[in-house]
């Protein structure tokens, strides 16, 4: 795949080899890192790929506004997480789509776009887990409604994704694996046994949360309304891990009535709200630690 870079008055300004099918029938492990520094932007880039499996991980400081086209974009099916910043496609057959920081989404084809914009923006983090399709299949045989009617694309060879609806939020257990991806294991077999079960474990995760987000809506439970103001919640939860949160200063706040969120937060997250509070700041706490940069009754 060729990735056509341009500037905002439409000046191609670079152009750069990407994905490819070779990339997706890789037998071996193979993991490779770079950088690059341009006057568009500045990135760093770790790629992970072995059999029918192709991971992206990138950081880029975006120096201006441009935008990317695709040329023999490959098929895939990709898990798309974005941990910091915000991105903007013209798909080929669903317009106008946008992901941003704390998101993910499943994706057929996610490479094929007409245009995917990038604002000038700091510290944009995106990871790329991307399948050959018949790989994807295998994996995901059994998993329901969602994952079936990907299938039924892939065969026919439509584009997909879940972009109809709001993107999904990372949670805690989804951001931990995302970075244990960079993680070097004993020896090459080690490393890549590591690698795929993370890899695993997140669509699991994704497919998961898939499913219950539908039950809930249509369990009639909680809309769909509902639930985004429950993620929003989630995050102003971890936005602040030191602050004093109530209920009623929480549900004032995302406009959402204290039994649905006591209820909603606990059937969403597996947590009550201030048990959740509270592993987050333990799991902060336990990282600061591993730092060893501060003393431990600062970061109590």
Same mark, same amino acid.
């Given at each position: 795949?060729?990735?056509?870079?341009?500037?905002?008055?439409? *000046?191609?300004?670079?152009?750069i080899?990407?994905?490819?099918?070779?990339d997706?029938?890789?037998?071996?492990?193979?993991?490779?890192?770079?950088?690059? =520094?341009?006057?568009?932007?500045?990135?760093?880039?770790? +790629?992970?790929?072995?059999?029918?499996?192709?991971?992206?991980?990138?950081?880029?400081? #975006?120096?201006?506004?441009?935008?990317?086209?695709?040329? =023999?974009?490959?098929?895939?099916?990709? !898990?798309f $997480? #974005?941990?910091?910043?915000?991105?903007?496609?013209?798909?080929?057959?669903?317009?106008?789509? +946008?992901?941003?920081? !704390?998101?993910?989404?499943?994706?057929?084809?996610?490479? *094929?776009?007409?245009?995917?914009?990038?604002?000038?923006?700091? =510290?944009?983090?995106?990871?790329?887990?991307?399948?050959?399709?018949d790989?994807?299949?295998?994996?995901?045989?059994?998993?329901?409604?969602?994952?079936?009617?990907?299938?039924?694309?892939? #065969?026919? @060879?439509?584009?997909?994704?879940?972009?109809?609806?709001?993107?999904?939020?990372?949670?805690?257990?989804?951001?931990?694996?995302?970075? @244990?991806? =960079?993680q070097? @294991?004993? *020896?090459?077999?080690?490393?890549?046994?590591?690698?795929?079960?993370?890899?695993?474990?997140?669509?699991?995760?994704?497919?998961?949360?898939?499913?219950?987000?539908? *039950?809930? #809506?249509?369990?009639?439970?909680?809309?769909?309304?509902?639930?985004?103001?429950?993620?929003?919640?989630?995050?102003?939860?971890?936005?602040?891990?030191?602050?004093?949160?109530?209920?009623?200063?929480?549900? /004032?706040?995302?406009?959402?009535?204290?039994?649905?969120?006591?209820? @909603?937060f606990? $059937?969403?997250?597996?947590?009550?709200?201030?048990?959740?509070?509270?592993?987050?700041?333990?799991?902060?706490?336990?990282?600061?630690?591993?730092?060893?940069? /501060?003393?431990?009754?600062?970061?109590?």
């Open positions: 795949m060729k990735v056509i870079i341009s500037s905002s008055d439409k *000046n191609i300004i670079s152009e080899d990407s994905i490819s099918e070779r997706l029938s890789f037998q071996s492990y193979s993991k490779l890192k770079y950088s690059s =520094d341009e006057s568009f932007w500045s990135s760093q880039a770790h +790629e992970i790929k072995y059999c029918g499996t192709h991971i992206a991980r990138h950081q880029v400081n #975006v120096l201006e506004d441009i935008s990317l086209q695709t040329v =023999d974009a490959p098929n895939v099916v990709s !898990l $997480f #974005v941990e910091n910043g915000l991105i903007q496609c013209n798909s080929v057959n669903d317009g106008l789509w +946008e992901i941003g920081a !704390l998101q993910h989404n499943l994706i057929y084809n996610s490479y *094929n776009t007409n245009e995917t914009h990038f604002k000038k923006q700091k =510290d944009l983090r995106l990871t790329i887990v991307s399948f050959a399709p790989y994807f299949m295998q994996l995901s045989e059994g998993g329901g409604r969602v994952t079936d009617t990907i299938a039924t694309n892939v #065969v026919s @060879g439509k584009s997909f994704s879940l972009r109809s609806a709001p993107n999904l939020r990372l949670n805690l257990q989804m951001l931990q694996l995302l970075n @244990g991806l =960079d070097a @294991g004993y *020896n090459a077999a080690v490393e890549r046994l590591l690698t795929e079960a993370k890899v695993l474990e997140l669509l699991a995760l994704q497919i998961g949360q898939l499913h219950l987000e539908e *039950n809930l #809506v249509s369990g009639r439970k909680l809309t769909a309304m509902d639930i985004r103001k429950l993620h929003d919640v989630r995050d102003i939860i971890l936005s602040d891990l030191s602050a004093n949160f109530t209920l009623s200063s929480l549900s /004032r706040e995302v406009g959402l009535n204290v039994y649905k969120l006591k209820f @909603g606990k $059937f969403l997250f597996g947590q009550p709200v201030f048990q959740y509070l509270k592993e987050a700041r333990l799991r902060y706490a336990a990282k600061q630690i591993s730092l060893d940069t /501060r003393p431990i009754s600062e970061i109590a």
